[in-house]
């Protein structure tokens, strides 16, 4: 049985209004962005669904602070994000966001444990790193070595790492594109869990239309545009979706 919840009902953390984003190759111009207009609400799981080249991955970017508009305006919590300075996305970065890419990104130096607490030092309110492991089901590997680790476990470290930092918002980009399936099934799981759990805001990008049955929200992304926004009228389980 999924989950039902009121997403209109919850106050809008993201405004994302009129975003243009363009780059120069050469002596060409190529719009990534299109003139999105797209709200997000506290506590949503919404799926950003797009091929490649839709532009998915530089809207999740804008968002996350990690790249700027061409014109546009992406407001966070009523603060526009557009008019931030390097060093305030910097902080925005640091102590509101977690970041999940496709590559797990941990240093193969550190344990499990030493790598989530690499995030919690350098966050205002963190989780306990193994208090975040154990949310993500490896409190028993947490001595292991990234090597020790299969490539879904490192996925679920490099998730507590990003849920560690206490975030208000997890940008998940493409976070089960290097993973078999099943691998990918017990990924989105934790990520979903971690979203009833805690209430994190959960964003995540794919190319993978099924996932979108696990959120609240779909927004479908072609060729820089908006072309859909879906609302599910419940949540799937993981367990009733195949692909």
């Known amino acids: 049985m999924g989950i039902a919840q009121d997403i209109t009902q919850q106050p809008i953390i993201y405004r994302v209004v009129d975003l243009v984003k363009e780059y120069r190759m050469g002596e060409v111009t190529v719009a ?10 506290e506590g949503e799981f919404l799926v950003i669904l797009g091929h490649s080249g839709s ?3 530089t809207l999740l970017n804008i968002m996350g602070g990690l790249d700027t508009p061409t014109s546009g305006q992406v407001f966070y919590c009523d603060q526009e994000l557009t008019g931030y300075t390097e060093r305030q996305l910097t902080e925005y970065r640091r102590h509101h966001i977690g970041f999940v890419f496709q590559f797990y990104n941990l240093m193969p130096s550190l344990t499990a444990r030493e790598n989530v607490e690499m995030a919690t030092e350098i966050s205002e309110h963190p989780l306990d790193p193994a208090e975040a492991l154990g949310l993500v089901g490896l409190q028993s590997r947490e001595d292991h ?3 020790q680790l ?18 208000h918002i997890l940008l998940c980009d493409e976070p089960t594109g290097a993973l078999d399936v099943a691998t990918g099934k017990i990924v989105l799981q934790v990520l979903a869990d971690v979203n009833v759990r805690t209430r994190t805001t959960l964003v995540v990008i794919t190319h993978n239309a099924v996932i979108g049955e696990l959120a609240d929200r779909v927004v479908r992304m072609q060729d820089g545009h908006v072309v859909e926004i879906k609302v599910n009228a419940a949540r799937k389980n993981v367990d009733q979706v195949e692909w």
């Open 32 to 41: 990534a962005l299109r003139g999105i207009t797209l709200d997000v609400r």
């Open 55 to 57: 532009g998915k991955s």
């Open 145 to 147: 070595f990234p090597s």
């Open 150 to 167: 299969s490539g879904g476990e490192q996925q679920r470290v490099a998730i507590a790492r990003a849920v560690a930092k206490g975030p």
